[in-house]
T-cell receptor, first 111, second 112 residues
Framework: SQQGEEDPQALSIQEGENATMNCSYKTSINNLQWYRQNSGRGLVHLIL?????REKHSGRLRVTLDTSKKSSSLLITASRAADTASYFC???????????FGQGTTLQVKP | NAGVTQTPKFRVLKTGQSMTLLCAQDMNHEYMYWYRQDPGMGLRLIHYSVGEGTTAKGEVPDGYNVSRLKKQNFLLGLESAAPSQTSVYFCASRRDSLYEQYFGPGTRLTVT
């Protein structure tokens, strides 16, 4: 079964608006990662947040992690049409190096 | 650096045929992974390797075999292809368990 569940499954916003995606997981983690996938392409790493971190920023991206609630959120500020993609969270639950991916959120940013 | 490359990019097989997908990375990464992605779904881990000569099963290993004879290469084999194996296959590598994964561009496989 999937470790991560993402919400919403699909999101449509106007350019300039903020987009928030959520990820919930079931077991304790070493770290949680967010990836972006453009249509027909491989996944690209966005941010890695470790279990002892609560918030991390990278450009227009902000990721939070609440280990007590077993949840994370990805915020994209001032969205652009080029942000249109699917976004996946992935959890690293052991020292074996396995990542378990959620089913993703499809984001559409309308110009 | 080419990063992670996958060969071939597309393939059509008939049921029962066999094939091998090749993944190569030039980043000297220890860990390598094979995933499959089906429409509207996330990635499911097939097999992975934490170092040269080692392999381990992921979530959906049945019908697949792997080998990691060289550190830079990770091969995924389908011995007798089935229509249920129609999917997009992604390879990824990772320096170690503390770091992110780097993905290849994918192989689109259709089994008829």
């Amino acid at each position: 079964s999937q470790q991560g569940e993402e919400d919403p499954q699909a999101l449509s916003i106007q350019e300039g608006e903020n987009a928030t995606m959520n990820c919930s997981y079931k077991t304790s983690i070493n770290n949680l990662q967010w990836y972006r996938q453009n249509s027909g392409r491989g996944l690209v790493h966005l941010i890695l947040i470790r279990s002892n971190e609560r918030e991390k920023h990278s450009g227009r991206l902000r990721v939070t992690l609440d280990t007590s609630k077993k949840s994370s959120s990805l915020l994209i500020t001032a969205s652009r049409a080029a942000d249109t993609a699917s976004y996946f969270c992935a959890t690293d639950t052991s020292n074996t190096g396995k990542l378990i991916f959620g089913q993703g959120t499809t984001l559409q940013v309308k110009p | 650096n080419a990063g992670v490359t996958q060969t071939p990019k597309f393939r059509v097989l008939k049921t029962g045929q066999s094939m091998t997908l090749l993944c190569a990375q030039d980043m000297n990464h220890e860990y390598m992974y094979w995933y499959r992605q089906d429409p509207g779904m996330g990635l499911r881990l097939i097999h992975y390797s934490v170092g040269e000569g080692t392999t381990a099963k992921g979530e959906v290993p049945d019908g697949y075999n792997v080998s990691r004879l060289k550190k830079q290469n990770f091969l995924l084999g389908l011995e007798s292809a089935a229509p249920s194996q129609t999917s997009v296959y992604f390879c990824a590598s990772r320096r170690d368990s503390l770091y992110e994964q780097y993905f290849g561009p994918g192989t689109r496989l259709t089994v008829t």
